[in-house]
């Protein structure tokens, strides 16, 4: 029974390796579908798929073809599947006797047809029947604790639903058991079809958080190697330091290698200090949040200062005749344009500085004119 | 010692150079302090000797244009002086830059903590844009956070002013990444829509903690732009096959910028477009994104006081310096911002006293002088 502590990585997705030629004493193995050398011309599907959608085929060195007696001594090709009753038979079994249609099983005189024929994934056919009855009664019966008043009915509802599964199993009731299975199906048709959708969505959430997850980790060992990485430098770097020290230096050499090393345990200590600090990120903007209460944040002001331009003592005009800018105003390619220079602010420059000496006192020993100001305004 | 000369051992006796924090191509940055209060100051000695048409072209525009600009968004310049042959800015000292607390994967962010490095990181390019002044390095490494929390625009080795008519800029500028199309089509007359595109980029990256458009090359940059945001035809950006460096790259379609910013709120994408459009005439200017419904919208901008801040504030190997420590402050967190004087004074025409400007001429000094 070695291959169920196997179970677990079947259960994990995980694919065990088709080992019946590497184990020598030919005991048990199991391979994945496409492993497995199909001699027939049918694809057989179905059998019991693990999370990925795959599934694992149950294979032995002690494989015999119940109907036919054949082993894998004589056939190192057996392929043995189960059928619809859960008897094995090997492929070419199969081929022979369904080929020309539904035939009754040479065991239990059940009439099958060939594509009913589905791959083995447990040793234990019982097992394989379990777990193919399960997930077909968890498909049809999947109401959840919500859907019940109280825990009670629920719990009747569970008992109920037991019970058919057991009676499936051991086949007890089988006609009587299916019926309560359809009576079922129409009743709660609604509710079957919502719940299957809500369990869509939960394995979609599912996969999402999962990736999201598998993302952060990446990124977390990503820095973690940028960090040793770092760490190593410094530490390429201090011992090199050292090297050239103690080649230099006049002193100690034990003091220097002393200085140098307390010098490498400071660096480390405050990359430390850091890293914690960007880890406790969240509660820094917090810490900051509440801060913001205390020391009240004023409204926006767009000018703080108290210095004059002068606007006030002069309008531009849209055109002057200035024969300085006439170079610039034709601009035959449209560089100076197309570089954003304007003669615009060249005038508003000139008005600018020709105002803004108005309020100047006279220099002492100079007749200032008197009619100073009127010219000037003139000019504007 | 003539009276240039003292003066400027007296000024130079002012700072105390304490210990060496980074050196850049240029520049050798010290942290120091302010001999009287304790202040704490970057120094950036500026190497002079190096190079042989006198001193570095950077260190002069940074001197010019920061000597210019006094906002709380852009990092102040304290003082220069000379020591032997050596130039020696002296800024604020600012712990972190926007580039640390982006990689700093401990840090989490809120949409509003954005939405205040944006607004902040807008604010001050305002203010260059209203100077007519263009930045043309914005990255998130140029954006130095200060210990209260406070964004500044830091590193003017690139800037210049512009609107200039008729005058050539060079189309080199600007970090690859964060540099728009037409510079890399080799225009030479632009305009301040170069700096929104790089504030796009800086946006994008903040959302996306990982640079938006890592080009590795010119052309690579021109590859990813184009694969990100789709080729742009003749109808999008008129005239701009006509750029110097003008070179096909290929046609890639145009995806949406929600396939990326999954999280990101509609208000939030179309500002986010608007500072990726091609055709730079349409770009949003700094003041309409500053209007822009984003801001206004909930949640508030985060109080510059709880914006994340890296734990270890150990300092930083490069060139560009870092904030400061305000000494009267109680702590992190308590200081609130000045009181919000609001805006340009719109009334007082009569103008008899003196309004606060960026760019004055100060003639008073000049005539003391003379």
């Known amino acids: 029974m070695s291959n169920r502590t196997n179970v677990g990585g079947w259960l994990k997705g995980k694919t065990v390796r088709k080992g019946g030629i590497t184990s020598s004493n030919g005991h048990t193995a199991r391979s994945s579908t496409p492993q497995v050398q199909s001699t027939s011309s049918t694809v057989f599907s179905g059998g019991v798929k693990d999370a990925s959608g795959r599934t694992t085929e149950y294979f032995s060195m002690d494989d015999q073809c119940p109907v036919c007696k054949s082993d894998r001594y004589l056939n190192p090709k057996l392929r043995l599947l189960v059928s619809s009753c859960y008897h094995k038979m090997c492929e070419s079994c199969i081929d022979r006797l369904f080929t020309l249609g539904p035939a009754p099983c040479p065991i239990c005189q059940k009439v099958l047809r060939k594509l009913a024929f589905t791959p083995q994934t447990f040793e234990d056919l019982t097992v394989e029947k379990e777990v193919a009855v399960r997930r077909r009664i968890a498909k049809e019966f999947n109401k959840r604790r919500e859907d019940f008043p109280d825990l009670h009915t629920y719990n009747d509802y569970l008992e109920e639903v037991e019970d058919i599964t057991f009676n499936l199993i051991n086949d007890i009731d089988v006609p009587q058991t299916e019926a309560r299975i359809a009576a079922h199906r129409t009743e709660n048709a609604v509710l079957i079809e919502l719940n299957l959708q809500r369990e869509e969505q939960y394995a979609h959430a599912l996969r999402e958080q999962e990736e999201l997850e598998r993302q952060e980790k990446e990124q977390r060992a990503l820095e973690l190697r940028r960090e040793v990485e770092i760490e190593r430098e410094e530490r390429e770097t201090s011992q090199r330091e050292i090297i050239d020290r103690l080649e230099t230096s006049t002193k100690d050499a034990a003091k220097v290698i002393a200085k140098s090393r307390a010098e490498a345990m400071k660096r480390s200590s405050a990359r430390t200090t850091t890293s914690t600090v960007l880890r406790s990120s969240a509660q820094l903007l917090r810490a900051r949040a509440a801060q913001s209460t205390v020391i009240p944040d004023p409204p926006h002001i767009p000018l703080q200062d108290n210095w004059d331009s002068y606007e006030d003592l002069y309008t531009l005009k849209d055109q002057y005749d200035d024969m300085y800018s006439d170079a610039v105003r034709k601009d035959r390619e449209g560089i100076m344009r197309a570089g954003g220079y304007r003669v615009e602010e060249a005038w508003d420059r000139a008005l600018r500085c020709a105002v803004a000496g108005l309020d100047l006192p006279p220099l002492p020993g100079l007749n200032p004119s008197p009619e100073r100001t009127d010219v000037a305004m003139a000019s504007v | ?370």
């Open chain 2, 1 to 370: 010692m003539d009276a240039v000369e003292k003066a400027n051992a007296e000024r130079q006796k002012r700072w105390v150079k304490d210990r060496k924090v980074g050196e850049g191509t240029y520049a050798v940055v010290y942290q120091g302090r302010e001999a009287s209060t304790g202040r704490k100051v970057a120094i950036k000695k500026i190497k002079v000797g190096q190079f042989k048409d006198g001193l570095d072209m950077s260190a002069i525009r940074e001197v010019k244009y920061l000597r210019e600009l006094h906002h709380q968004n852009i990092i102040e310049l304290l003082d220069v002086f000379s020591s032997k042959t050596n130039l020696n800015l002296v800024l604020e000292f600012l712990d972190s830059d926007l580039e640390m607390i982006i990689q700093d994967r401990s840090l989490v962010f809120l949409p509003a903590d954005i939405k205040a490095w944006m607004a902040m990181t807008l604010r001050g390019l305002e203010f260059c844009h209203r100077n007519f002044m263009l930045h043309r390095d914005l990255k998130p490494n140029n954006l130095l956070i200060a210990s209260d929390g406070q964004l500044k625009i830091a590193d003017f080795g690139l800037a210049r002013d512009f609107a200039d008519p008729g005058h050539k800029m060079t189309c080199q500028v600007i970090t690859r990444w964060y540099r728009p199309p037409e510079l890399l089509f080799g225009c030479r007359y632009y305009s301040s829509a170069v700096d929104i595109w790089s504030v796009g980029c800086i946006f994008a990256e903040l959302m996306l903690r990982t640079p938006y458009l890592p080009g590795e090359s010119d052309m690579d940059q021109l590859k990813t732009i184009f694969r990100a945001l789709g080729t742009p035809t003749e109808e999008d950006w008129p005239g701009h096959t006509k750029l110097p460096d003008y070179v096909p790259v290929g046609q890639f379609p145009r995806t949406p910028l929600r396939d990326l910013f999954t999280a990101a709120s509609g208000d939030t994408l179309n500002l986010l477009s608007r500072f990726l459009v091609y055709e730079p005439r349409k770009r949003i200017s700094v003041r309409d994104a500053l209007n822009h419904a984003y801001f206004f919208a909930l949640p508030h901008p985060s109080h510059p006081s709880k914006l994340p801040k890296p734990a270890t504030q150990t300092s930083r190997p490069l060139e560009e310096l870092d904030g400061n420590v305000e000494m009267a402050g109680a702590g992190p967190g308590v200081k609130a911002n000045a009181p919000n004087k609001l805006k340009r004074k719109l009334t007082s025409p009569d103008g008899t006293e003196l309004r606060p400007l960026a760019r004055r001429l100060d003639f008073t000094q000049l005539a003391k002088h003379s």
